[in-house]
């Protein structure tokens, strides 16, 4: 299984499934981060956190516990 925290800066990848439940899993999803949504890694910060993407043509920053929910092919 390859999460959003496996892509690499400059790879584009699509959602496949978000993992977590309750109001962790909604959070993302309140975010445009859904099933078959694609998503641009743009920049990840020296340290691994955070991680900034592009989804739905706006910016956003994602923690790497987030990053580790959401499964990518």
């Known amino acids: 299984m390859k999460t959003l ?9 699509t959602v496949v499934k978000l993992h977590g439940t309750g109001p962790v899993k909604r959070r993302i ?3 445009g981060i859904t099933k078959g949504v694609s998503i641009y890694v743009r920049k990840v910060a020296p ?3 955070p991680v900034e993407v592009n989804v ?3 910016e956003l920053s994602l923690r790497k516990e987030d990053c580790e929910m959401i499964e990518v092919q």
């Open 5 to 13: 925290r496996d892509a690499k800066v400059g790879e584009t990848v």
């Open 29 to 31: 999803m309140d975010m």
């Open 47 to 49: 340290l691994g956190d």
């Open 56 to 58: 739905r043509n706006y």
